[in-house]
């Protein structure tokens, strides 16, 4: 065997043992970015609902409330997958896309969820907002890794 061989060999040994880390990491990167969304944005909500912002749980709420949430949903979604892209071990802005991917199914199945629940699951543009800017609020979370990355690079 020449020393070419022995580099691929060892190549190939290395990459299949640190595969199974890199894929939990891969993961928990996604995992934190959507665990930090949800409890930035249910805790919020607690906030909101504690000091009278919001009217209490499942009462109708006017569209003017509706619209703060999803801002700070909005904040929240990127700052979500700002983590994921943060924490992924290669290709930060793949992974803060993956985030937006799964933030889209999980936006889409809550607006199926609430289509006709009722208003105080809100009004039907509310659901419609967080589908729309699920992908677009995970390209500014992964684009401003990639900035940090970037100048980091240049320094």
């Given at each position: 065997?020449?020393?070419?061989?022995?580099?691929?060999?060892?190549?190939?040994?290395?990459?299949?043992?640190?595969?199974?880390?890199?894929i939990?990491r891969?993961?928990?990167a996604?995992?934190?970015?959507?665990?930090?969304?949800?409890?930035?944005?249910?805790?919020?909500?607690?906030?909101?609902?504690?000091?009278?912002?919001?009217?209490?749980?499942?009462?109708?709420?006017?569209?003017?409330?509706?619209?703060?949430?999803?801002?700070?949903?909005?904040?929240?979604?990127?700052?979500?997958?700002?983590?994921?892209?943060?924490?992924?071990?290669?290709?930060?802005?793949?992974?803060?896309?993956?985030?937006?991917?799964?933030?889209?199914?999980?936006?889409?199945?809550?607006?199926?969820?609430?289509?006709?629940?009722?208003?105080?699951?809100?009004?039907?543009?509310?659901?419609?907002?967080?589908?729309?800017?699920?992908?677009?609020?995970?390209?500014?979370?992964?684009?401003l890794?990639?900035?940090?990355?970037?100048?980091?690079?240049?320094?």
């Open positions: 065997m020449n020393d070419t061989e022995t580099l691929k060999v060892s190549r190939r040994g290395m990459s299949e043992t640190h595969r199974p880390r890199r939990l891969r993961i928990g996604v995992a934190a970015g959507l665990l930090a969304v949800i409890i930035l944005s249910l805790g919020t909500d607690v906030v909101m609902h504690a000091t009278g912002i919001y009217p209490p749980w499942f009462q109708p709420m006017s569209d003017a409330l509706f619209l703060v949430a999803t801002a700070y949903r909005i904040v929240y979604a990127i700052a979500g997958s700002y983590i994921a892209a943060r924490l992924a071990p290669d290709r930060p802005m793949q992974h803060a896309l993956v985030l937006g991917v799964v933030g889209l199914a999980l936006s889409i199945a809550g607006t199926v969820g609430t289509w006709n629940a009722g208003p105080e699951f809100g009004p039907k543009w509310y659901p419609l907002a967080l589908v729309a800017t699920a992908l677009p609020c995970a390209w500014v979370g992964g684009r890794r990639a900035m940090q990355l970037r100048a980091r690079a240049d320094a």
